[in-house]
């Protein structure tokens, strides 16, 4: 069945590391999304892709860096994670101007 | 600033009760979508209007669109426990790129 999907769905790490959150869709979709989003707040954009090699940085200005190598795979890494990072990243990709579909997200929490 | 706010912030009902949530908006848009959110997980697309229409029909979702005012509205009728979640407009003003609103968080109470 065409999905998204995201990993990890929680994690917990110190401050300093180096994390990458995986974004992966079975759909072929050419735009796929990364949203930072605190708890029951507004969604904010801080990456986009239209396709292969293609990545732009969105509205949030964001110290995460995100590549696009295969059409399937949007991952996006934080190179020094600090508690300010804390949230949930919510991954989605999308084709023509029809809705968006969500991945279940990644809750992270930097200590 | 948001280009989409919905009001209100914060919805509770009676099962049964139908539920009105509004979203408006500042510059002009190709369509207008709404989603839902169960608590921490990700968001559902629910329906898509486009600038061109005024209203559409889902199943129990109603959503509405008046251009001429930038607001839209989606109506759940008889509303059950199930539908307790947070529901978000998002404006597209082309492109494809979505601008999500706060989000009004709707409790229904059995």
């Known amino acids: 069945e065409a999905d998204i999907y995201q990993t990890p769905r929680y994690l917990v790490i110190g401050t300093g590391k180096k994390i990458t959150l995986e974004c992966s869709q079975t759909?072929?979709?050419?735009?796929m999304y990364w949203y930072q989003q605190d708890p029951g707040m507004e969604l904010h954009l801080i990456h986009y892709?239209?396709?292969?090699?293609?990545?732009e940085k969105g509205d949030l200005s964001s110290e995460s860096t995100v590549s696009r190598i295969r059409t399937e795979h949007f991952p996006l890494t934080l190179e020094s994670a600090r508690p300010s990072h804390t949230s949930q990243y919510l991954c989605?990709?999308?084709?023509?101007?029809?809705?968006?579909?969500f991945g279940s997200g990644t809750r992270l929490t930097v200590v | 600033s948001q280009q989409g706010e919905e009001d209100p912030q914060a919805l509770s009902i009676q099962e049964g009760e139908n539920a009105t949530m509004n979203c408006s908006y500042k510059?002009?848009?190709?369509?207008l979508q709404w989603y839902r959110q169960n608590s921490g997980r990700g968001l559902v697309h629910l329906i898509l209007?486009?600038?061109?229409?005024r209203e559409k029909h889902s199943g129990r979702l109603r959503v509405t669109l008046d251009t001429s005012k930038k607001s839209s509205s989606l109506l759940i009728t008889a509303s059950r426990a199930a539908d307790t979640a947070s529901y978000f407009c998002?404006?597209?003003?082309?492109?494809?790129?979505?601008?999500f609103g706060g989000g009004t968080r709707l409790m229904v109470k059995p």
């Open positions: 759909m072929g979709h050419d735009k």
């Open positions: 209007i486009r600038s061109n229409e």
């Open positions: 989605a990709c999308s084709q023509g101007d029809y809705g968006y579909t």
């Open positions: 998002a404006t597209d003003r082309g492109g494809n790129m979505l601008t």
């Open positions: 892709s239209y396709g292969v090699n293609s990545t």
């Open positions: 510059t002009s848009i190709n369509n």
